[in-house]
């Protein structure tokens, strides 16, 4: 059986892999040198999965992997983009009387930016001519979604004058295009937690994102040090490469579920009531408590998970940072335990990853993303992932599941001009 695969990142910079390769997409495609060559990450999830759209609490890393944009402004309100991604082909879109939905496939996603900055007002943002180049691998649940439309925000930031990206504040007018983008062009739900990675986080660091509306630049994120190489660990990401797909409808209707839990309880969003239960004494009686007025069966299961996992992060930032690995580890697994039996969003491949994981020496391991297909992470020593990922292979091969596909994770830094 052949290897796993190891995605390697692109060098960055001006005469990095990342921005040679846009540029020369660019050129080719369009006849001329771009304005600048932007980049942006995807990003992986520590802990805190289906919390963001509940007001809650999630802690992301920037990946070393991104998507890099060769961009120029146009005069018109003409869109022309080509990806090393789609067909290799330019595809065209106006912005002129642009409606939601309007735009469909993988362009939605850069159109869609351009379009929620005009619709917040900036008139000035017209058309563009764009050429993406990414090693963000797609569908995997690493969102290569929010590093496009992350990248095509802050090249836009630039190139029509904004003034957001220089600043963290200025960046959430940035980050609400591109959650926009994804959620009324693309038909994508998301709730942030993708885009604010991608937008600030900063090498070394994850970042604690509290997800509470309302809060300001500096009370939304904690910048939290995840040092893997200090505590002899390695942070394996692995795309299990089953089949991801968030727009069917799955996502939706978890996010519905809880949404419909908090009207029943009364509360504005599960964040009021899971506050409450990190503030009583006895928390496992407060939770049955809370879960006792409810009647529907499943919004118990989807609530559960939710208030259970917001109260994990906050403990998985203590053991990591006071250096109890086994127990950060017991954490992950509580996360993938909840998301399987009490969200419903694993599948086989997942399931089955997160096992082998587990029966072979990482400290925890769990599904990272929105589920239903995409990735895992598995906590381990320094110098198992690769053996770790082959083991995961050679089962995935033994059950008939596609062969996964696997890369390093590394607290990296957010979106960047590249050249």
């Known amino acids: ?67 890099f944009l060769a961009m120029k402004p146009r005069e018109d309100d003409q869109v022309r983009l080509v990806s090393s991604f789609g067909s290799g082909e330019p595809e065209t879109a106006s912005l002129d009387g642009l409606q939601a939905g309007g735009v ?12 929620a900055l005009r619709q917040a007002g900036f008139d000035q943002v017209s058309g563009f001519d764009g050429a993406f180049i990414s090693c963000v691998p797609v569908g995997s649940g690493l969102s290569s979604s929010a590093a496009m439309t992350c990248s095509t925000a802050l090249a ?21 295009a591109a959650i926009q983008s994804e959620n009324d062009m693309a038909g994508a739900s ?46 394996l990401v692995l795309d299990t490469q089953a089949p991801h797909q968030l727009n069917d409808g799955q996502y939706a209707a978890r996010r519905n579920s809880c949404e419909d839990a908090a009207k029943a309880l009364g509360v504005e969003n599960l964040r009021v009531v899971a506050d409450q239960v990190a ?56 996360s993938h335990n909840s998301l399987r039996d009490d969200y419903e969003v694993t599948v086989p491949e997942l399931d089955t990853a997160v096992d082998v994981a587990r029966a072979n020496g990482a400290y ?3 599904m990272t993303g929105g589920g239903f297909g995409g990735s895992i992470i598995a906590l381990v020593d320094k110098g198992r992932s690769k053996p770790l990922a082959e083991l995961i292979a050679q089962e995935f091969e033994r059950k008939g599941f596609h062969q996964p596909r696997a890369l390093a994770a590394l607290a990296s830094s957010s979106a960047q001009r590249e050249a």
């Open 104 to 115: 469909s496939g993988w362009t939605a996603y850069p159109v869609g930016v351009a379009w």
């Open 156 to 176: 836009l930031d630039e190139a029509y004058g904004l003034g957001f990206g220089g600043s963290d504040e200025g960046r959430l007018t940035l980050i609400a």
């Open 364 to 366: 925890g391991a769990r």
């Open 1 to 67: 059986m052949s290897s796993v695969e190891f995605v390697e990142a692109m060098s960055l910079g001006a005469q990095g892999e990342g921005a040679s390769q846009a540029a020369e997409l660019f050129r080719k495609t369009f006849g001329s040198d771009p304005l600048g060559v932007w980049s942006a990450p995807g990003r992986v999830n520590l802990i805190g999965e289906h919390t963001d759209y509940n007001a809650g609490l999630c802690l992301p890393i920037a990946l070393p992997h991104r998507t």
């Open 190 to 235: 998301t709730g942030g937690m993708d885009q604010s990675a991608s937008m600030r986080c900063q090498a070394g660091n994850a970042i604690e994102l509290d997800c509470r509306p309302g809060l300001s630049a500096l009370e939304s994120v904690k910048q939290v040090p995840f040092d893997l190489a200090s505590q002899g660990l390695e942070l």
């Open 279 to 334: 503030a009583a004494q006895d928390q496992q009686q407060a939770l049955e408590e809370v879960l006792d007025r409810l009647s529907d069966p499943t919004q118990r299961k989807r609530v559960r998970h939710v208030i259970t996992e917001i109260g994990r992060v906050g403990e998985f930032i203590q053991a990591f940072g006071s250096g109890d690995i086994k127990r950060a580890g017991e954490l992950f697994n509580a």
